[in-house]
C-alpha cells in the first residue's frame, strides 16, 4: 500500500475545507484569509452551566466540546465518557437578530453563525443541533452556552 504524498487531496484539511466554501457568497471573508481554517484540527473545551451558573443551576454544568467544521458535543462531569452528539458540521449561516447568548448585539450588523445538525435524538423531541456566533477576540474559546427551546443549544 501506498501512502498520499503530503498536500494532496487525501491528507490535505485545507484542500478538503475549501470545498465548504465553494459558492457560499454570504460569508466569503472566511475564504479571502483563510482565518477559520487554522481551526479545522483544533477542538475548544469548557465546563459551563447552560444560563450561567447560580446556586440555583449548578446541576446544570456541562462539559461542552467545539470541534469546528465537525462536531459539537456535551457530557455531564460526572460522567464525561457519556457523551452526546449535539451536531455535526452542516455550513455557515447569518443572523441579523438578537439572541439570548448576545441579546444586546446590534441587529444592523449580520454576525457570522456556524450550524451543527443531525445530533442525536431529544427525548420525546427533535434532533439536537447548535448554532455558534462568533466573535472576534485575543483568546479563542468556547464562552457560553444557552438552550434555545428544546435540543437547540445556541454557543459564543
Known amino acids: ?17 475549501s470545498a465548504l ?7 466569503s471573508f ?13 477542538c475548544f473545551n469548557a465546563t459551563l452551566c447552560t ?13 461542552w466540546k467545539l470541534c469546528p467544521f465537525q462536531y459539537a458535543a456535551q457530557a455531564k462531569p460526572s460522567e464525561p465518557q457519556r457523551v452526546t452528539l449535539l451536531g455535526k ?3 455557515w449561516s447569518t443572523s441579523y437578530l438578537p439572541s439570548i447568548v448576545t441579546p444586546l448585539s ?10 451543527f445538525d443531525e445530533g442525536e ?3 420525546d ?6 448554532s455558534v456566533e462568533l466573535r472576534c477576540g485575543t483568546v479563542t474559546r468556547l464562552e457560553r452556552v444557552e438552550e434555545d427551546g428544546k435540543c437547540r443549544d445556541l454557543m459564543l
Open 125 to 130: 423531541g427533535p434532533p439536537r443541533s447548535v
Open 21 to 27: 466554501f465553494e459558492g457560499d457568497e454570504t460569508l
Open 89 to 91: 458540521w452542516s455550513g
Open 121 to 123: 435524538p431529544c427525548w
Open 30 to 42: 472566511a475564504r479571502a484569509g483563510g482565518a477559520f481554517l487554522t481551526m479545522y484540527s483544533e
Open 106 to 115: 446590534p441587529v444592523a450588523t449580520p454576525r457570522a453563525l456556524w450550524k
Open 51 to 63: 444560563g450561567g451558573c447560580s446556586s440555583h443551576n449548578s446541576k446544570d454544568v456541562y462539559l
Open 1 to 17: 500500500p501506498t501512502s498520499s504524498p503530503p498536500n494532496s487531496p487525501a491528507t490535505s484539511p485545507q484542500l478538503e475545507l
